[in-house]
C-alpha cells in the first residue's frame, strides 16, 4: 500500500508565510504527478499546484506569483511554498499523488489525510 502524508499547516496572519510538505512511502515504483489541492468549507475541493516527474508545472490562477510547488524525488516528497497569504486562503490543503505500484501495474491516485491552513486577517 501507499501511504501519503502531509504536515506544515498553522494559522498565520495575512501576508504571512507557510511550507507545506507531503511525502510518499510503501511499495512504489514511480510516482508520475505530485500535488497540492485544497477544500475550504462549502466548497469543492480545488487544485492549487501540480508537478510532474517531467518537471511541469501548474498552478491555480488565484495561486500564480505567491505560490511555489518543489519536488524531492529521492525523497518522494513535494512542498507548496505559500506566501502573501490571504484569508481565502484559508481551507485543509490535501496532497496527491499519482503512482505505479510496479512496472505493469495501471497508474492510481492516492491522497493524505490533509492539513488545515487558517489564514487571519
Known amino acids: 500500500q501507499v501511504q501519503v502524508v502531509e504536515s506544515g499547516g498553522g494559522l498565520v496572519q495575512a501576508g504571512g508565510s507557510l511550507r507545506l510538505s507531503c511525502a510518499a512511502s510503501?511499495?512504489?515504483?514511480?510516482?508520475?504527478?505530485m500535488g497540492w489541492y485544497r477544500q475550504a468549507p462549502g466548497k469543492q475541493r480545488e487544485l492549487v499546484a501540480t508537478?510532474?516527474?517531467?518537471?511541469?508545472?501548474n498552478y491555480a490562477d488565484s495561486v500564480k506569483g505567491r505560490f511555489t510547488i518543489s519536488r524531492d524525488n529521492a525523497k518522494n516528497a513535494v512542498y507548496l511554498q505559500m506566501n502573501s497569504l490571504k484569508p481565502e486562503d484559508t481551507a485543509v490543503y490535501y496532497c496527491?499523488?499519482?503512482?505505479?505500484?510496479?512496472?505493469?501495474?495501471?497508474?492510481?491516485?492516492?491522497w493524505g489525510q490533509g492539513t488545515q491552513v487558517t489564514v487571519s486577517s
Open positions: 496527491k499523488a499519482t503512482v505505479k505500484l510496479n512496472i505493469m501495474s495501471a497508474i492510481n491516485a492516492y
Open positions: 510503501g511499495r512504489i515504483f514511480s510516482i508520475n504527478v
Open positions: 508537478l510532474a516527474s517531467d518537471g511541469s508545472t
